[in-house]
């Protein structure tokens, strides 16, 4: 298939336009790393926001589900991406413990696990959250290795100490880095931040025995 990253791209803001996207560089570098090897795969993205992130996977997967407790962003997103049929959003807490259970049918449903391949982490930024985001979607399927795509690895120092130490601690495995480099000046806020390592880091999970 010919990928026409202007084509998919189009009308999609870059970071520095948007501070809550992730960048056009960070985009163009999934592209080519996701290529034809998903397409009959399914993918998880927490955190949907305005669906931008979400348009761009939706090319590469069969399905793409998309995780928010914003209810708004959630309603622009679909606005968003009207033409596109494969993406189903999900509304709800990912962090409410005992109410809610965000991936029950996913645990229960053979077919549906088996065939999740790819979550891209982009939810809640805190160090436990971002943990607890990991370790949730392991337990999907423990017995399958699975890679995670975090965002804002080089902007917020608790998504970089989390995945790091998911590392360290051999629950993860490093895959490579996409979108821009350390030093490069993002929108963080109002003002300019600096990255301190690569905007973002695939790694792909240990299976669990």
Wanted: proline content about 1%.
């Amino acid at each position: 298939m010919k990928i026409n990253k202007k084509e998919i791209l189009k009308n999609t803001p870059d970071k520095n336009t948007d501070k809550n996207t992730t960048s056009i560089k960070f985009k163009k570098d999934l592209i080519d790393w996701l290529g034809d090897r998903f397409h009959s795969k399914t993918c998880f993205e927490l955190g949907t926001y305005k669906g931008y992130t979400t348009r761009t996977l939706s090319f590469f997967f069969k399905h793409v589900f998309t995780f928010d407790n914003e209810l708004n962003y959630m309603k622009e997103a679909c606005e968003n991406n009207k033409d596109r049929t494969n993406i189903q959003y999900v509304h709800g807490d990912l962090y409410k413990i005992g109410s809610y259970d965000a991936f029950r049918d996913f645990r229960e449903n053979d077919e549906l696990k088996n065939n999740i391949e790819v979550i891209l982490v982009d939810a809640n930024h805190n160090y436990i959250n971002v943990i607890f985001d990991v370790l949730n979607c392991i337990k999907i399927n423990p017995k399958k290795s699975i890679y995670f795509i975090f965002d804002d690895y080089g902007l917020i120092p608790s998504v970089k100490s989390a995945v790091d130490d998911l590392i360290k601690l051999d629950v993860l495995t490093f895959v490579r880095h996409l979108g821009c480099e350390k030093g490069t000046k993002v929108k963080e806020n109002n003002t300019k931040g600096t990255l301190k390592d690569f905007e973002s880091i695939v790694c792909k999970s240990r299976i669990m025995k």
